[in-house]
């Protein structure tokens, strides 16, 4: 008898689950399972917000696939559970792979002025676009960026700012685009690079990693 992984997805900041409406992996050897962020309790550190993510995994051994900040959240998760791969994808695995801006924007506390209280309150995107490819990319924004609590918005951008992680985990899969904005591949070292890559290539790439990701779980 084969055996099922058990793979969950966190999707990236303020992003809906659907984010992986696309991934397809082969049902006789693969289980899909993701979980959606939670509202943070007041002043929860990014390790008790983990422990409470973990109340999600419901086997043991599973494989976590991280998005973005998800790719942080499942490294947090990961010191835990027992899991049998550690996946992220356009997202960062050290503080030190944060770009200069975010470092920045962590010396100045800036991040505290970021106006959080707006955006959770934009209920069309494409009210706020100029041109047909602005226009799809806000509908992209519209569809996917769904999780606009301020006080989630608060803690996930203060989190990411302030992530601490030293040191690379052993054993971790880094997946990267190379054309990612939001984290430049030229401060990520020792990853899988995807050509042409973006930040949002979950969506878009969907179908390299429905022909990769099982290898690489299973490898």
């Known amino acids: 008898m084969k055996q099922v992984n058990h793979v969950y997805f966190v999707p990236g900041m303020a992003a809906d689950v659907s984010i992986f409406e696309f991934i397809n992996l082969p049902k006789d050897r693969f289980v899909k399972h993701t979980i959606p962020w939670k509202i943070p309790e007041k002043n929860e550190s990014i390790a008790d ?9 419901e086997h043991k051994d599973c494989v976590l696939i991280g998005v973005s900040f998800g790719g942080i959240m499942v490294q947090e998760m990961s010191k835990y559970l027992n899991v049998s791969k550690l996946i992220i994808i356009s997202s960062v695995k050290n503080r030190h ?24 309150k934009i209920d069309n995107w494409e009210k706020l676009a100029f041109g047909d490819f602005a ?7 519209q569809k996917y960026l769904s999780v606009n609590d301020k006080t989630y918005l608060d803690w996930a951008i203060e989190k990411i700012v302030c992530w601490n992680q030293e040191k690379t ?50 490898n």
Not at 195 to 216: D, Q
């Open 49 to 57: 917000y983990a422990k409470r993510m973990c109340e999600e995994i």
């Open 97 to 120: 792979e944060l770009p200069r801006r975010i470092k920045l924007v962590r010396k100045t506390k800036a991040y505290k002025l970021m106006p959080t209280a707006l955006v959770s």
């Open 135 to 141: 226009k799809k990319r806000a509908a992209l924004y």
């Open 169 to 218: 985990m052993e054993g971790i899969v880094h997946i990267h685009g190379n054309k990612d904005v939001v984290f430049p591949i030229s401060h990520i070292k020792d990853c899988i690079t995807i050509e042409k890559g973006t930040h949002v290539m979950i969506i878009n790439r969907a179908r390299w990693f429905n022909k990769h990701l099982p290898e690489i779980i299973e």
